[in-house]
């Protein structure tokens, strides 16, 4: 793991940082640029570069990973353009602007380009010294792939095993990341959920952060992302250990109500982003000073959401549920009738957990719940992004938890 | 009001079960035959048609066809644009054939509209003796124009549905309540809300429940959740049962809105059709004993931590005793709970609702105690219902339904 090619990066990856796909013209005018401030986005994604608008990217200072800048393959794609040599040519016609933090350099390589990309990912940590290059690959939906007849997961993807696919992608590729999407409002939320799993043991295991592709855009457009459904992905990603999200897609690049629309005007999602992004920046100033150590899925009595069929093999997977657990100096954590993506974190002389409110991601009503409990530590609270006072009753405390709400609890 | 019981083309004391539309280019007799096999009794808003007629009902299948009387498409002030006196006119012309059951009359009335349509229901009554006028209502949840308080005045005529009802049975001389909910492009919150209200006033005037379900939905199959399930097929039909629904109207066979319906374009069958076969004849063997019963009160078992019952008045239950069911209780699930009674005996329609939108699996039991014998319908199938320690033991899982009777 080259984990020193982390020095020199051309953002501040102390920082939790939100992202979004695409900034299409004609909503790359200075107007556009300050709403994606406004917004608090830190960078685009795979936007192809333009000079006038890295300018303005660098005024507003949003960063910009274009997918223009090295040889760039969707899958198995345009895969003949990849090659070594094909990225030191690059290099030495590269034109530098300080708005670009790396090039997007890949999307959901199957697993036999992995050997490739490792190459090539080598070769450009020599090549563009303090760029990080954004490789984002693919979710575990394999059974949405099966089910709709689009292609054999395995001729696109190499193998059946999303297991296999995560070991041996941090195997051969030396990133110090892990990134990919999965959209929970186009699959099942346990898949999205065990992907979750899955990304965040590996991450936890080789000392890699977490990028995580969410979806404030939907295939229905008479069903748009609610603002719980923003916060529902945003604080299970945050439960996990995210270190960034990515909101596809700002410009209507796939899907229906992208936060602006093909003339480049708002659509009702952007109200919405701007609440979330601004809580989660909140929540974030605090949450990057803690290190993720596990995730555990407390209630889920009667659920769904925890279990689900595998279309290839037939059999049941259900994840791990817990109640009354002890993490750190938190003491028989538990929730009433709920369902909570539950994230612990430590630092120096200190520990976390990250509530993610789960018991409806659909946001299709409304469930009340609540977590407790025990610590003799202090105990401070942000719900939502906001402080909330707490005081507990003989060393217990006791949060009620609204729909998707996210907390982070801290004691010291 | 007195309601008008006059003798029908059809037996309403079987469970029936409809569906919207077979459109020109699915109407030869390989296409009537598919209905038949797949259980479906009548067809509703499809155009008379002499020849698909005459096929319907070589094949025991009514309808209730659009053409015979005039409809008001924009529903606003119908008094000034359908005055009665179109349908006289419209009787006079009418040429009577045994598979039509009664005229499709309309859907979604504005609440503006119900007096007038009171005065359209009684002249089609006098006028189509011994036939049923089909009146669709709509949801509390317009999902064609949109979910906004506007939204629902434009089309309900009022902010509250239990208002719309209740204004619906005191202007409208029909024995029935028949209403359409989509629980996919609305929310199974939403379907507990309107089935509860319509299913009260339907107890309380004595009119049967009809309601329309989706077996269409608004996305095109192509990834999981869009196209409808058997475990959805499932929710809505069993949930319906438990409150009483007495006929189901699938939407849609062929294309009237949305995609993914039975058939497509080409009138070929897609993935829904053996959907729509297997649910059907579940719902019909359980059909057999849970017509012999009468529907006394809904439930909600369970529902913890679930958000499904946000709107409705009645709140989960947990361990409740109805007639000789007692200490009825949930381990964890959640389940619509339906209680019958007929002379003699008395039932429980258990509709299984810890997972509407076949997310995941949800394994429950519910249990009660009883000294009387039991006897379980599970899906359309017998099964032996365990005794432990008193108590009886059903399992539940997957939207699945459960009738059962004690004598």
């Known amino acids: 793991m080259k984990k020193e090619k982390r020095e020199g990066v051309r953002f501040d990856r102390s920082k939790f940082l939100i992202g979004t796909y695409y900034l299409w013209y004609p909503a790359q005018t200075e107007t556009h640029v300050k709403q994606l401030a406004d917004a608090y986005i830190d960078f685009i994604a795979a936007e192809p570069r333009n000079e006038k608008l890295l300018d303005l990217l660098g005024k507003y200072n949003i960063g910009l990973f274009p997918r223009n800048m090295l040889p760039y393959c969707q899958a198995r794609d345009n895969v003949e353009v990849l090659s070594v040599e094909g990225y030191e040519e690059a290099a030495q016609n590269y034109v530098d602007h300080p708005a670009i933090w790396g090039p997007f350099v890949g999307d959901e390589p199957p697993m036999d380009q992995f050997p490739l990309f490792g190459e090539l990912m080598d070769a450009f940590y020599d090549l563009f010294p303090g760029f990080t290059p954004y490789l984002n690959i693919r979710p575990n939906c394999i059974g949405d792939m099966i089910i709709a007849g689009v292609s054999s997961p395995l001729d696109r993807y190499g193998t059946e095993n999303y297991q296999e696919y995560i070991d041996r992608f941090v195997e051969e590729v030396k990133l110090d990341y892990i990134a990919y999407d999965n959209y929970p409002y186009t699959t099942l939320i346990s898949t999205f959920l065990e992907n979750y799993q899955m990304v965040a043991d590996k991450c936890r295991e080789t000392g890699r ?204 | 009001m007195k309601i008008n019981n006059m003798e029908q083309r059809f037996d309403r004391s079987k469970f029936l079960i409809g569906t ?146 209740d204004e619906f049975v005191k202007n409208i001389n029909l024995d029935y309540i028949c209403f359409e909910h989509y629980t996919y492009v609305s929310s199974p919150a939403k379907a507990f809300e309107n089935l509860e209200i319509v299913a009260n006033k339907c107890r309380e005037t004595g009119r049967d429940l009809w309601i329309a379900l989706q077996v269409g939905n608004r996305d095109k199959e192509y990834y999981m959740n869009c196209v409808v399930t058997m475990q959805m097929l499932r929710f809505q039909a069993y949930t319906a049962m438990a409150f009483g629904a007495k006929s189901i109207i699938w939407s849609c066979w062929t294309k009237g809105w949305w995609d993914s319906n039975v058939l497509d374009e080409y009138g070929n069958t897609t993935k829904q059709y053996k959907k729509m076969c297997d649910i059907n004849r579940e719902l019909k063997v359980m059909a057999e004993p849970y017509m012999q019963y009468i529907n006394k009160s809904t439930h909600f078992l369970g529902f913890s931590g679930t958000p499904y019952l946000t709107y409705t008045k009645k709140k989960a239950e947990n361990n409740i005793s109805l007639g000789d069911f007692r200490d009825i209780s949930i381990d964890g699930g959640s389940a619509v709970l339906g209680f019958f009674e007929k002379e003699g005996g008395q039932a429980l329609m258990i509709a299984d609702s810890a997972d509407p939108y076949d997310d995941g699996i949800v394994f429950a039991n519910v249990t009660f105690e009883t000294d009387k014998k039991v006897s379980v319908l599970k899906n359309g199938k017998m099964i032996k219902a365990e005794l432990v320690d008193g108590k009886y033991i059903i399992p539940i899982s997957q939207s699945c339904g459960v009738f059962v009777t004690i004598e």
């Open chain 2, 20 to 165: 919207y539309y077979l459109s020109y280019y699915a109407q030869t007799e390989e296409h009537v035959q598919q209905l038949s096999d797949a259980n479906i009794d009548f067809l509703v808003a499809e155009e008379y048609k002499e020849e698909l007629l005459d096929l319907l009902f070589k094949h025991h299948i009514g309808i209730f066809p659009t053409g015979i009387v005039p409809l008001q498409r924009k529903m606003f002030f119908a008094y000034e644009h359908l005055p009665v006196k179109f349908y006289e006119r419209a009787a006079e012309k009418y040429v009577d054939h045994p598979a039509i059951w009664g005229p499709f009359i309309g859907h979604k009335l504005n609440m503006i509209n119900f007096p007038h349509y009171g005065e359209l229901i009684d002249a089609a009554n006098r006028l189509f003796v011994g036939q049923t006028p089909y009146l669709g209502l709509s949801s509390s949840n317009p999902e064609d124009i949109g979910v906004s308080e506007t939204a629902s005045i434009a089309v309900l005529g009022t902010y509250s549905y239990e208002e719309y009802i």
């Open chain 1, 209 to 412: 952060d977490f990028w995580m592709n969410l979806q404030v855009n939907n295939r229905d457009e008479k069903v748009p992302v609610t603002e719980n459904m923003l916060r529902y992905q945003a604080y299970t990603a945050m439960a996990f250990g995210a270190k960034m999200i990515i909101w596809s897609c700002w410009s209507p690049a796939w899907w229906q109500n992208n936060v602006v629309d093909k003339y480049g005007n708002t659509t009702t999602q952007y109200g919405k982003l701007c609440t979330v992004n601004r809580e989660i920046k909140n929540v974030g100033e605090l949450y990057m000073d803690y290190s993720n150590k596990s995730t555990h899925f407390l209630g889920f009595v009667g659920s769904p959401y925890v279990s689900y069929q595998d279309v290839v093999t037939g059999e049941v997977v259900s994840l791990k549920t817990e109640n009354n657990i002890d993490l750190g100096n938190f003491k028989h954590i538990s929730t009433d009738c709920g369902s909570v993506v539950l994230g612990y974190f430590e630092k120096e002389d200190g520990q976390a957990l990250m509530v993610a409110d789960s018991a409806d991601p659909r946001d299709l009503g409304t469930v009340n719940s609540e977590i407790s409990f025990e610590t003799d530590k202090k105990v401070s609270v942000l719900y939502n992004g906001k402080t909330m006072e707490i005081e507990g009753v003989n060393g217990k405390y006791v949060i009620n938890l609204s729909n998707s709400c996210g907390v982070f609890i801290t004691i010291e």
